[in-house]
């Protein structure tokens, strides 16, 4: 049964394999995604170390001067999906997005090396390239320690309900008509409503009347929003780069104060009338009050946090499935639409291997059971409900299958 998962699972990187660049999914997602793209070449790492490192390459050439990778590199058209690289407009070496993405990377490339020492020579070309957009993170998104998103896009958590309150604040009644791709390929009630769209454009829309300039940027764009995701990504994709650039013999001092920098900030984002890591609007100083699961994030950045503890565990025995991307037991919450309930193997992978780490075994034991189930139930689908399993979104995902491959399985 394994051994069988684990041929549809590489067959899976294959058929999404663009030669050089891996699609999360054919149709849906017919780009480069960012951290979808790290995962792929951990994925790839654990049957083609050569693969894997070109992957990782690729995703870094399309870094921008000033260091940001973005979070889409449209390496060729594809009227497929919309928003494509006519209305983003980035200004990379390769048509790009505006924003970037969780910073995975890193930690993925450490994950890589691990698989195979011998792809260190590689692993030391990139490392510097990764400092520079850690470096650009630090620059350019913090508030008070902790990262800040830009857009919903940035957090890869579309539309979770973290940035409702920031998203009303949004006026987008002159953004103009278009035609959205995402609800030709998969069921309209599973993916973010109008609402929403019309504000992920506007974002857009405001990126490119400034050339993405981030000072600029830091100045007008009206949604600006301080999130675990991020902030627990890289501050354990820092860990990482610091520990392989002592490796490598490189100067790490500068990357050991940005982990203290972030470290105080993760503290920002406690919350403690939810009991949970919360993300904070920049631009109001308030909590959102939403129990998600980038709260649990925690432990994969390195912090073992005992008042986290409460409320991941009712989390995890409020479905059947752990552990759902927003609290089954808050108002709104939505089996199968996006970020607002679903249960993500991504994320599943972040959430329970921290806590393995970190000697949370229970939670963890939980958690990769219930991944494994799913997978071998429903097979390798971009998301699934969490109560009944039923696959959702997109087939034939990538980062399943590599999460499948590297841990799961
Ligand atoms: C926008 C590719 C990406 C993931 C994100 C996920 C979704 C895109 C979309 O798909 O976002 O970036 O069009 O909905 O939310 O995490 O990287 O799989």
């Not at 709104?332 to 679903?342: M, T």
Request: proline share 7%; charged share 25%; net charge negative.
């Amino acid at each position: 049964m394994t051994m069988e998962l684990d041929e549809q699972a590489r067959a899976i990187l294959r058929l999404n394999d663009m030669g050089g660049y891996t699609l999360p999914t054919h149709g849906l997602y017919p780009y480069q995604w960012n951290w979808d793209s790290a995962f792929a070449a951990w994925g790839f790492a654990t049957f083609d170390p050569d693969r894997a490192w070109t992957e990782m390459e690729t995703l870094m050439s399309g870094q921008w001067e000033d260091g940001m990778v973005p979070h889409i590199l449209f390496h060729r058209p594809d009227a497929g999906y919309f928003p494509g690289p006519d209305v983003w407009q980035g200004r990379g070496p390769i048509p790009s997005s505006g924003i970037s993405q969780p910073p995975v990377a890193a930690s993925f490339m450490a994950k890589m090396l691990d698989l195979d020492p011998s792809g260190e020579p590689r692993a030391r070309a990139l490392w510097s390239k990764l400092k520079k957009w850690h470096a650009w993170f630090m620059e350019w998104r913090l508030d008070k320690g902790a990262v800040c998103i830009t857009h919903p896009w940035e957090a890869g958590r579309d539309n979770a309900p973290d940035w409702d309150v920031a998203m009303m604040a949004i006026d987008a009644s002159d953004v103009g008509e278009y035609t959205r791709r995402d609800t030709s390929h998969v069921d309209p009630a599973m993916r973010p409503t109008k609402f929403d769209y019309d504000r992920y454009l506007k974002l857009v829309q405001i990126g490119v009347s400034v050339g993405w300039d981030h000072e600029k940027l830091r100045e007008i764009n009206p949604f600006r929003v301080a999130d675990p995701t991020m902030t627990f990504t890289l501050l354990r994709a820092q860990r990482d780069l610091l520990a392989m650039g002592r490796r490598f013999g490189e100067d790490v001092s500068e990357i050991s104060e940005w982990i203290t920098t972030l470290e105080i900030g993760a503290e920002t984002l406690w919350n403690p009338e939810l009991g949970a890591y919360d993300s904070r609007d920049a631009l109001t100083g308030m909590f959102n009050n939403v129990r998600s699961n980038a709260s649990a994030l925690c432990w994969y950045a390195g912090i073992n946090d005992p008042r986290a503890v409460p409320a991941t565990k009712r989390m995890l025995d409020a479905a059947e499935y752990a552990i759902a991307s927003f609290d089954p037991e808050a108002e709104g919450f939505e089996p199968l639409r996006y970020w607002r309930g679903p249960v993500w193997p991504i994320m599943n992978y972040l959430v329970g291997s921290g806590m393995e780490e970190q000697g949370q075994i229970e939670m963890a034991a939980r958690i990769r059971q219930d991944t494994a189930r799913l997978m071998e139930l429903n097979g390798f689908a971009e998301y699934y409900d969490p109560n009944e399993g039923t696959p959702a979104g997109g087939g034939s995902f990538t980062w399943t299958a590599a999460v499948w491959l590297g841990w799961a399985g």
